[in-house]
């Protein structure tokens, strides 16, 4: 369990890569809560290999997901 600075889209990503390296993890699954969960914070996270993230979202933020996975 890690505090996050929600203001900051690469903190997410930097630690979710700083816990793969220390580890030796391929597979990495980041559970959050809607602090963290921010469009940059989704889209650093996009490119980083074997990271799965499940989140508390907002209505609306599940009904943009949705629209842009179609």
């Known amino acids: 369990m890690f505090r ?9 990503a930097a630690k979710i890569a700083e816990v793969q ?7 990495i699954i980041f559970v959050g809560d809607r602090g963290p969960i921010t469009r940059a914070n989704d889209n650093a996270l996009a490119g980083v290999h074997g990271q ?4 508390a979202s907002s209505h609306p933020q599940m009904m943009d997901l949705v629209e842009r996975l179609g």
């Open 4 to 12: 996050v600075n929600t203001q900051g889209a690469t903190a997410v």
């Open 52 to 55: 799965h993230t499940i989140s």
């Open 21 to 27: 390296t220390q580890y030796g993890l391929k597979e």
